[in-house]
């Protein structure tokens, strides 16, 4: 039960976000908004107020805003079809700047909570590659094989990046006095690890500031994550789908209200870089459309935008089978 709540929960919130967005700067450029829907299917409830239906329907697996002239021509001039460029291309990219606004929320409230991660140690496990080589408890680390340290996420990425028996040099300050430290990871799950773990500190500043880290870090990921897709170098297994992701939200809503606010966030800002893929169907796609025509002067011809739209909304559907069945469900079977 606790997962189906907590999976409802985020997936309302990242789809109410993500058309709220897409409904609230159309609204602000005089678009002319016919319904506004969260969920799919049968409607449960609607109300009407103004020139605009509000509705909440049946399955939680996503939302539309219906805009005049979105998907078929109009004459009225508060038509999508009839403002700007400019205008459209707003309307289009809303939706995602409001995914990241959740996730950067999100995270400010979780590092406000637990603390934001320093470059401070603040945990050594006992008998851990670090407590052997002598690493202590509020060492400062300075750079990680010679590469200068900014954050701890730095730290954990040059430390899991380490190839198989090579030795990791910390260079740490402690108590103002520069020593340096060399270390024998050891491997669990197949990444190199020391055993240690950050300082946290707790203020506004640094939450802010953590939070803004912590997205921009997800979106980096996520796109190195597609480079390797492409170069034909990564693991599909290691994706997930509809049912992973609801796994993992279950999973973390188990631990507190704390950890289901840190996956609304990770989903938040994963469901902001996706939709801004340049993929027919997807709003990236769409803006790319419109960012043609700007060049060109041009429309594109709207039988192959919805062909080619068609085509890409196929190959995202068939690309979340793949995951789930050979993703999801494998990774079920082998337990």
């Given at each position: 039960?606790?997962?189906l709540?907590?999976s409802?929960?985020?997936f309302?919130?990242?789809?109410m976000?993500h058309?709220?967005?897409h409904f ?12 506004f829907s969260?969920?799919?299917?049968p409607?449960?409830?609607q109300?009407e107020?103004?020139?605009t239906?509000?509705?909440i ?7 539309y805003?219906a ?16 403002v700007?460029?400019?205008k459209k ?6 939706g995602a ?8 929320v999100a ?10 991660s ?7 496990i006992?008998?851990s ?9 509020d060492?400062?680390?300075?750079s ?7 954050s ?6 040059e430390i899991s990046s ?12 402690r108590?103002g006095?520069?020593i340096t430290?060399e ?6 799950d ?5 055993g240690i773990?950050?300082?946290?500190e707790?203020s506004v500043?640094?939450?802010?500031l953590?939070?803004f880290?912590?997205t921009?870090y997800?979106?980096i990921s996520?796109i190195?994550?597609f480079k ?5 170098n990564?693991?599909m ?9 609801i796994s993992?939200?279950?999973?973390e ?13 990770i989903?938040?800002a994963n469901l902001?870089v ?6 027919p169907?997807?709003d990236?796609?769409?803006f790319l459309?419109?960012l043609?025509?700007?060049i060109t002067?041009k429309k594109i ?9 068609l ?5 995202l ?6 995951v789930t069945?050979f993703?999801?469900l ?6």
């Amino acid at each position: 039960m606790a997962t189906l709540i907590g999976s409802i929960i985020v997936f309302m919130l990242v789809i109410m976000l993500h058309e709220l967005g897409h409904f609230t700067v159309a609204k602000l450029v005089g678009i002319k908004v016919n319904e506004f829907s969260i969920g799919m299917g049968p409607k449960l409830i609607q109300k009407e107020k103004g020139e605009t239906k509000y509705s909440i329907r049946a399955l939680p697996i996503g939302g539309y805003v219906a805009m005049e002239g979105e998907e078929e021509s109009s004459d009225d001039p508060r038509s999508f079809e009839n403002v700007s460029i400019p205008k459209k291309m707003a309307v289009v990219l809303a939706g995602a700047f409001m995914n990241f606004v959740l996730a950067i929320v999100a995270f400010f409230f979780v590092a406000l909570l637990l603390g934001s991660s320093t470059t401070n140690v603040g945990v050594v496990i006992e008998n851990s590659p670090a407590y052997i080589a002598g690493v202590q408890k509020d060492d400062k680390i300075l750079s990680v094989n010679d590469k200068e340290i900014k954050s701890w996420q730095e730290t954990i990425e040059e430390i899991s990046s380490t190839q198989n028996s090579e030795i990791i040099k910390l260079e740490l300050d402690r108590n103002g006095e520069k020593i340096t430290k060399e270390i024998t990871p050891e491997l669990k799950d197949g990444v190199p690890t020391v055993g240690i773990g950050t300082k946290l500190e707790k203020s506004v500043s640094k939450s802010i500031l953590s939070a803004f880290q912590m997205t921009w870090y997800i979106v980096i990921s996520i796109i190195d994550v597609f480079k390797l897709i492409f170069s034909g170098n990564f693991n599909m297994q290691l994706l997930s789908g509809p049912v992973g992701v609801i796994s993992q939200i279950g999973k973390e809503t188990a631990k507190g209200i704390v950890y289901l606010i840190n996956i609304l966030g990770i989903i938040s800002a994963n469901l902001g870089v996706v939709n801004l893929l340049p993929i027919p169907a997807l709003d990236g796609g769409k803006f790319l459309f419109l960012l043609i025509e700007a060049i060109t002067g041009k429309k594109i011809n709207e039988k192959f935008e919805t062909t080619i739209s068609l085509i890409g909304f196929s190959f995202l559907i068939g690309l979340m089978l793949y995951v789930t069945i050979f993703g999801d469900l494998a990774r079920i079977i082998s337990r």
